[in-house]
Nanobody
Framework: QVQLVESGGGSVQAGDPLRLSCAAS????????MAWFRQAPEKEREFVLA????????VYKDSEKGRFTISRDNAKNTVNLQMNSLQPEDTAVYYC??????????????????WGQGTLVTVSS
């Protein structure tokens, strides 16, 4: 059983950066592709970014390419989401997810087996 704990959320102003982290425990981290999803108020959860087990490949949501970056530290069992130039529409609960079946990750919630509880990011204009 894998446990995922997100951290780093908070309230920021439009244009600010923010870095989220997700710490994994209870499994072999390099066996999992990792991803970030988000869910805005009254909207469905949506894919943001994924990173392969080795960290050598990433999958981006086209609209976020260039503003958001995903990285992982396999020695520390962590995955990070660097978000730059945040906008009010980025306000959401951000979730970390782990896939046991997809080496490169995927963009669908069904690709992932384990989820964190989420961390709230609020961006004010």
């Amino acid at each position: 059983q894998v446990q995922l704990v997100e951290s780093g959320g908070g309230s920021v102003q439009a244009g600010d950066p923010l870095r989220l982290s997700c710490a994994a425990s209870g499994g072999t981290f390099t066996n999992y592709a990792m991803a970030w999803f988000r869910q805005a108020p009254e909207k469905e959860r949506e894919f943001v970014l994924a990173i392969s087990r080795s960290g050598g490949s990433t999958v981006y949501k086209d609209s976020e390419k260039g503003r958001f970056t995903i990285s992982r530290d396999n020695a520390k069992n962590t995955v990070n989401l660097q978000m730059n130039s945040l906008q009010p529409e980025d306000t959401a609960v951000y979730y970390c997810a782990a896939s046991t079946t997809r080496y490169y990750g995927g963009s669908k919630s069904l690709d992932y087996d384990y989820w964190g509880q989420g961390t709230l990011v609020t961006v004010s204009s």
